[in-house]
């Protein structure tokens, strides 16, 4: 059962990693920079945006099916590889070379974000029961997310948005598996028909974070390269959860301690050290930098006043 769910695990991140990089490629050849409404409403249309749906759905059920057939300390490292095979496939397609700087981010992402798993898990114990008080105080926490996020849309320039998309994003969807995880206690609880023990506002915070989340996700695609936003994903979403797990669940375990925080923020540290480094040093970036300033100063060939010339991508329809 363990090679099975290891397995499952490995076709996980290969359908995630190749699910994101379609999406992000359809995003990117229907929008110029910030994802509108209208624009979103021609990549839905993209045969290339449902491909890449399809595989994100496929790698999400290999998940679910590893994870009920292994430990999540087996699974969940497995799953970072989905970031690596994210990097290689969208470096080969805009052919544009890896750096240093970009492979040590990412050696800080994975690094950071599987400690921070295996911390978790080995210091928290799942809540059999959840308290009312506490499933209010994740609602209270995902309505102030949300108008924050809302807030943040309204005053950002387009220039801050990026990583902004990122960690909203990411915060955003681990509320939904925090909701998930409320809901699913609801559902094993009290007397009765299983629906008469759902809180519809937990259902309604789930659907909300999902599909805020969502498009956050996809705006991402626009501004930035695609295993930016995986990255952003994989270290921000599990500390979301697991942080509001501790403090709000009641998920810390007996033994939970300053040695299990110190911890679990040295690794959040250290992963999001890596977000924070490819955001700044991926060829991709650096690239849209030099592009950017070549107008003003003359760099690269380019004429002052002209735009910079966009890639061909090839026909998806």
Known sequence: MLWIAVGLAVLSAVGLACGTHLQSLAVVSKSEGRLSLREFSRVLRSPRWMAGLALLGAGTVCNVLALSLAPVTVVQPIGVLGLVITTILHSRHVRIPINTHTWLAIALCIGGGTLFVLAAVRYTNPALTITERATDVVTYLLAAVVAVVSIGLLVLKDHQLSLFYLFAAGTLYGFVAVEVKVVTVQLHAGAGSWWQNVDLINVLGLLVAAVLGGWLVQSAYASGPPELVMA???????????????????????????????TLAACGAVSITGVRLLSRYHPEVLAALAAARAPRTGELGIVPGSRRPVPQQPSED
């Not at 952003?232 to 669940?249: H, Y």
């Open 232 to 262: 952003g994903l994989t270290v921000v979403d599990p500390m979301v959860g697991v942080l509001v797990g501790l403090t709000v669940l009641g998920e810390a375990a007996t033994d939970f301690g300053w040695v299990a925080g110190i």
